[in-house]
């Protein structure tokens, strides 16, 4: 395909970079669309070896790019931004080719990285720290910021490009050196987006380790985890993954960001916009086929207005269409992978065993590739499988009677990254915002719960982990912070008035 071939992507393709070095191995895993199921290409699974070799050119070029002014290593991403504006038509065919997200997610994808490189460009001349007043006479107090070192990223299959660039064009600018595993889902991604970022680096005449890659599964993870040579992990993935990761890191006393799974519910009031809601509620539940971590999970809907909304989204879902992603028509792709497939189906088998009832769709359709069928179910908040982030697009519906109900049904599980409310009252609105209304780290009034943009802080509370990326100050992550005293006087008084005479 052209789009493959303008990233440079080739039958076998090395799965280990340093940037301007490209690594290959015996070990190779195979890269397969979940479009029509066949095999994409290779990509070498790095070594023991390799990894090592990947952390010393980290450590070595960290001495250099540490170095570099705040502004220089922005005008690196701005270019970065340029060429992935360049690359924005092949690399997006490319996430929906491996990914299955429809090309418009796929092409969203990337624009996303761009805008991200251009906020951390705008960044890195605002990397501020603050002044304070000593106790002391004669004395200075300010704090700054400076680089960590290697920051580890560790991706996930539904967003193989985006969430990277989130993470390494910050940690970029604040001086950090970035070494990436993404999902062996989506290797090629990885592959892609690694060329590009080389030739930036090449152009600039810059040194191999910056931005580098490793390829390969779980064992490759825990190298990184387990290495203290990397301050900081940031990493994207289910519950289950990021408990391993935060206990891992956590006993070396690292650091991290997690994202981990969501549960997230929209509220529709009485006093919504019924049209608006439903529109919101069939992206978050459908885009990317039921497989973002802020995809619609739950629908908690007030009972007087819960069968208009119940067969306006019937009337939707029998008009969506399912497809091949590149087809500019298709609105909903194929799954993953034939395991995502089975997940779904074991779920609505258990929604029915619970007591919940399927009221559309679910079916596997007779196709090549893993398409599925959007499903609506009738539950109640408390059953284990809607307790559960099943990564499908399938969305429970639920009735409330009072706004406090419906908190309680919002509130009640145990993830916590992303909500909504469609009300037009303004008293529902800002309950649903205050301390006493959504626990999650984001919360939205009349949008619905995914399609987040870069300038705010993403991320979750409970077990969705805690984490911020993106926007807003998530750039102290990749950072640690100093504090520092000038003593310009001439005499030494102490803190607190002790006096301590020699």
């Not at 340093?18 to 790095?46: C, R, W, Y």
């Not at 990277?164 to 595993?181: E, H, Q, R, Y």
């Not at 380790?209 to 390969?216: D, K």
């Amino acid at each position: 395909m052209d789009f493959l071939k303008k990233l440079g992507i080739e039958g076998v393709n090395a799965g280990t970079s340093t940037g301007q070095k490209h690594l290959e191995s015996k070990e190779m895993i195979s890269s397969f669309t979940p479009v029509d199921g066949k095999k994409i290409a290779n990509v070498s699974v790095t070594t023991k070896e390799q990894y090592e070799e990947v952390v010393t050119k980290a450590e070595e070029a960290f001495k250099v790019w540490r170095e570099m002014p705040a502004p220089q290593r922005g005008e690196i991403v701005r270019q970065i931004g340029d060429k992935l504006r360049e690359y924005k038509e092949p690399l997006g065919k490319l996430v929906t080719y491996e990914m299955g997200k429809i090309n418009q997610e796929g092409l969203g994808e990337v624009q996303e990285m761009i805008d991200i490189c251009d906020f951390a460009v705008g960044l890195s001349r605002q990397l501020y720290g603050l002044t304070m007043h000593s106790e002391r006479p004669q004395h200075r107090m300010y704090e700054q910021w400076h680089p960590m070192g290697i920051v580890g990223i560790i991706s996930a299959f539904n967003f193989p490009v985006a969430v990277w660039s989130w993470n390494a064009m910050l940690a970029a600018v604040c001086g950090d050196v970035m070494i990436w595993k993404g999902s062996e889902k989506t290797p090629l991604c990885g592959v892609a987006v690694q060329k590009i970022v080389a030739k930036v680096l090449k152009e600039n005449k810059l040194p191999e380790g910056i931005f580098n890659l490793v390829t390969g599964a779980r064992e490759v993870g825990e190298w990184m985890t387990k290495d203290d040579r990397i301050p900081l992990i940031s990493a994207t993935g289910s519950i289950r993954m990021g408990k391993e990761v935060a206990k891992t890191v956590g006993g070396r006393l690292g650091r991290t960001i997690l994202e981990l799974g969501g549960n997230n519910a929209i509220i529709i009031s009485e006093h919504a916009d019924i049209e608006m809601a439903v529109r919101a509620t069939v992206f978050g539940a459908v885009g990317t086929c039921g497989q973002r971590c802020t995809s619609t999970r739950r629908l908690i809907i007030h009972e007087s207005v819960y069968d208009q909304v119940k067969n306006r989204l019937m009337s939707i879902y029998e008009n969506i269409t399912i497809g091949d992603p590149l087809e500019p028509d298709t609105l909903v792709g194929p799954l993953i992978d034939e395991m995502a497939v089975e997940n779904m189906q074991k779920a609505l088998k258990q929604i029915a065993k619970e007591g919940g009832k399927v009221i559309y769709g679910g079916e596997v359709l007779d196709e090549d590739g893993h398409y599925v069928r959007p499903a609506l179910a009738e539950v109640k908040n408390h059953y284990k499988i809607v307790q559960e982030e099943t990564f499908a697009p399938i969305l429970y519906l639920m009735k409330y009677k009072t706004v406090d109900e419906a908190l309680a049904i919002q509130n009640g599980v145990k993830q916590g990254l992303s909500s909504s409310m469609f009300t037009l009252n303004m008293r529902e609105a800002e309950g649903f915002l205050s301390a006493h209304g959504s626990d999650c780290g984001i919360a939205n009034i009349n949008i619905g719960t995914s399609g987040a943009e870069i300038g705010g802080a993403f991320g979750g509370e409970k077990e969705t982990g805690g984490g911020r990326e993106s926007g807003s100050d998530a750039w102290k992550a990749y950072m640690r912070r100093q504090t520092n005293t000038i003593n310009w006087g001439d005499t030494l008084p102490l803190a607190q008035g002790i006096s301590f005479d020699v």
